[in-house]
């Protein structure tokens, strides 16, 4: 069993930068791929990016390639999500995911955590 828990969400400028972290409170995910997605007010969830266990392999969703980059500490059991250059569209709430493949279906992630809000102003 898995338990993550992100932080870091906050109300931020267009243009800023803003790093979401998430850690596993219980278990390690150090076995896992680490993904993270997104829902905002009214729509869908969606991928974000996700990252293989050993850092080797990172995907990205075409919205946020160039300015989102994806990284992860298993010593200190954390993902994260270093954003740059946010926009008022990436308003959501941002949930990390821990999963065995590398894969922007949600279905395939087998833990989550209770997602951060970020909110970008215009």
């Known amino acids: 069993q898995v338990q993550l828990v992100e932080s870091g969400g906050a109300l931020v400028q267009a243009g800023d930068s803003l790093r979401v972290s998430c850690v596993a409170s219980e278990g390690t995910i150090d076995r896992y791929t680490v993904g993270w997605f997104r829902q905002a007010p009214g729509k869908e969830r969606e991928f974000v990016a996700a990252?293989?266990?050993?850092?080797?392999?990172?995907i990205y969703a075409d919205s946020v390639k160039g300015r989102f980059t994806i990284s992860r500490d298993n010593a200190e059991n954390t993902g994260y999500l270093q954003m740059n250059s946010l926009k008022p569209e990436d308003t959501a709430v941002y949930y990390c995911?821990?999963?065995?493949?590398?894969?922007?279906?949600?279905?395939?992630?087998?833990?989550w955590g209770q997602g951060t809000q970020v909110t970008v102003s215009s």
């Open positions: 995911a821990a999963g065995w493949i590398i894969t922007a279906n949600q279905e395939a992630y087998i833990y």
């Open positions: 990252i293989t266990r050993s850092e080797g392999t990172t």
